[in-house]
């Protein structure tokens, strides 16, 4: 286990020094010009030329780079161009909000997909499962920006819930009740597309594990269905699960950052949004490498469950 953890530890460093340069190339190919929303109405050459010397933009990118990953490795990821704030305390602040989010929109898809996967799964094409499927496919085809329109015109505007409209956020510091609403949205929006991604894969592997000799042995004992599920058949059958989860949640990610800036969310979707705009190219960089590096681990532990889940991977 310690060997394997060295060598997956390894790849994961290479990994993200491979995302950091083409994070960082790709960003300079931007259009946009920091220099001109700094300088404003005295944007000359002079003045343009005088600036670029001062953040360091007169530099070949090559050394634009090693300067910028040298403070990366020291904590620091800079200042932005426009706001003249850290990047850092941006990225500490909108952080938790992405957090929160994914973990609310994890829980509610769970807590409907694992129970309703384990119902369809012991009447393959029954009633239930044909409602379910035809369900998921319909909501599979709505996209999350779509869909947080339509629950903000009937949650918000219809039934007149507080807290759920745009530009309603409230901190957890400040109020935890009013914070829960107003998260409450965006949580189900992602929740409800993790939904019919578990609720699927976790339906194909039950049905095919409860097809297997073992199972077929635990019946003939006399084992009752419920234990057989529960306890014989969820395990083997969780393991795609782990891995299309981690897959998932990192796709998130992207999805919440549309929803976010729908709902003036200040996340980390907000933020990104507002400097590309702004072509404050060192709060993108930051962000777009925090965002990465979460990706890059959140995978890392899921592969480490579904270890754990089924040993015989870490053998293999």
Known sequence: MVRYLVRRLILLIGVVFIVSIGSFYLLHLLPGDPTAVILGTGDTPANKAKLFAQLGLNKPIWEQYFVWIRNVLRGNLGTSFISQTSVWSVVKAALPIDVEIIVLSQILAFLVAIPLAIRSARRPDGPLDRILGAGSFTLLSIPSFVLIVLLVLFVSIKLGVGHTGPSSYVSLSADWIGNLE?????????????????????????????????????????????????????????????????????????????????????????????????SDYLV?????????????????????????????????
């Open 182 to 278: 107003s998260l409450s949205l965006p949580a189900i929006t992602l929740g409800i597309g993790s939904f019919v991604v578990y609720y699927r894969v976790l339906r194909s592997d039950l049905i095919a594990t409860l097809q297997e000799e073992f199972i077929t042995l635990a019946r003939s004992k006399g084992i009752s269905a419920r234990r057989i599920m529960w306890r014989h058949a969820l395990r083997p059958s969780a393991v795609a699960l782990c891995g299309t989860a981690g897959v998932n949640i990192g796709g998130l990610l992207a999805s919440g950052f549309i929803v976010q800036y729908l709902l003036s969310i200040p996340g980390l979707g907000y933020e990104l949004i507002e400097s590309v705009g702004l």
């Open 284 to 316: 993108v960089q930051g962000i777009v490498l925090v965002v990465c590096v979460g990706v890059i681990l959140i995978n890392f532990g899921f592969d480490l469950l579904t270890n754990i889940v089924d040993p015989r991977i870490r053998r293999e």
